[in-house]
């Protein structure tokens, strides 16, 4: 496969002992971060298509799955929709879609309840926002359609905050770091079955694997 674009590395000396790359997307990505707000629907359904290649949902502070959905179960007589506990991938893929940190940010709702039937349940929530418009991008949005639809968007506007979950760095034993969070295997993956799927590259994906082929093969 012959990829046609260009990576600029730029090497950030801190201190004596570390050092990290800051990355250049090259060129067009501005056309991503465009196609990424025009087809938002088109990658919602590729998700919910594909989310057998989602890891497991891990139990994280307010965040324990399975006793929420067995809360829905037993108290509300609701299955949890298939997009559930798959919001952070979800939006991670969203962002390097569209070009990652140059034009998106990733945005955590802080813990809220998302079913006022079931006030004792908290949960935290990913999406995107787009750094020139602040228009949002969130592929697992509809996990909330059968909750508190108008509460969950208020809160998505005003209850939120940049953040920021991974690793700066490719490899383990010869780590090399960068100044801000890598594409995660699964970010990986779900780029490679959309191109498999749709015969289409996902440009600024690709060029964070090229990357990631360069440092862990020198």
């Known amino acids: 496969m012959t990829r046609r674009f260009t990576i600029v590395l730029i090497l950030i000396e801190i201190g004596k002992r570390m050092s990290k790359y800051f990355i250049t997307l090259q060129p067009n990505i501005i056309d991503w971060s465009e196609q990424l707000m025009s087809r938002k629907d088109e990658i919602k359904n590729f998700l919910l298509e594909n989310i057998s290649h989602f890891p497991k949902p891990k139990q994280v ?3 324990d799955w399975s006793s929420h959905q067995e809360a829905m179960q037993s108290k509300l007589n609701l299955v ?17 879609f569209g070009g990652g940190k140059q034009y998106f940010d990733l945005m955590l709702m802080k ?7 079931i006030p004792e349940l908290l949960t935290t929530h990913w999406f995107v926002k787009s750094k020139k418009t602040d228009q949002i991008v ?13 509460s969950f968007f208020y809160k998505r506007s005003n ?16 780590k090399v770091a960068f100044t801000e969070v890598v594409p995660s295997n699964t ?8 191109k498999n799927q749709k015969g289409e590259e996902i440009t600024p994906i690709e060029q ?5 082929e360069m440092c862990t093969t020198t």
Do not use: T
């Open 111 to 117: 813990p809220f309840m998302f079913d006022k039937r």
């Open 80 to 96: 949890a929709h298939p997009m559930y506990g798959k919001c952070f991938h979800s939006a991670k893929f969203a962002f390097y």
């Open 187 to 194: 970010i990986f993956r779900l780029a490679e079955i959309w």
């Open 208 to 212: 964070w694997r090229a990357i990631k």
């Open 159 to 174: 209850h939120n905050k940049r953040g920021e979950f991974g690793n700066p760095y490719f490899g383990k034993k010869n």
């Open 138 to 150: 969130d592929p697992s949005e509809d996990q909330f359609r059968q909750h508190d639809w108008v």
């Open 61 to 63: 502070r307010h965040n």
